[in-house]
């Protein structure tokens, strides 16, 4: 079983460069294939996934990558029922809203947890 990294977002995309960060350094870790990788948005953070990124910071990172997390099959976790999620518009990948005991799951289920 390979090991499993949970790369949770809680920083705002609008004045921030650490989701675009975050996506960034998700996308180039998977890419290996030797771990297992899970994004988790909460709060502004779930901005990352709108369509309209072009004035968030390093905008061309969420472009860039987060096609690369839909290419594995499976959603980037965001918090249920977040405010921003009425801002999205058509989100960039497709995306699987949990509750916080879900969250708590995944986090204990995780070999590593990153912050951001």
């Not at 990294?5 to 920083?11: A, E, F």
């Not at 909460?42 to 309209?52: D, H, K, M, N």
């Not at 987060?66 to 999205?88: C, D, F, N």
């Amino acid at each position: 079983m390979k090991p499993r990294v949970l790369i949770i977002v809680d920083s705002d995309p609008r004045t921030s460069g650490r989701p675009a960060e975050a996506i960034r350094m998700a996308a180039g870790i998977g890419t290996w294939k030797k771990v297992e990788v899970l994004l988790y948005l909460r709060g502004a953070a779930v901005l990352s996934l709108s369509e309209y990124s072009d004035e968030w910071i390093d905008e061309d990172n969420f472009t860039r990558y987060l096609p690369i997390l839909q290419e594995w099959g499976r959603p980037v976790y965001v918090q249920k029922g977040a405010s921003e999620l009425t801002l999205l518009g058509e989100p960039l990948t497709p995306f699987e809203e949990v509750s916080d005991a879900q969250w708590a799951t995944l986090a204990a289920q995780s070999t590593y947890v990153f912050r951001f």
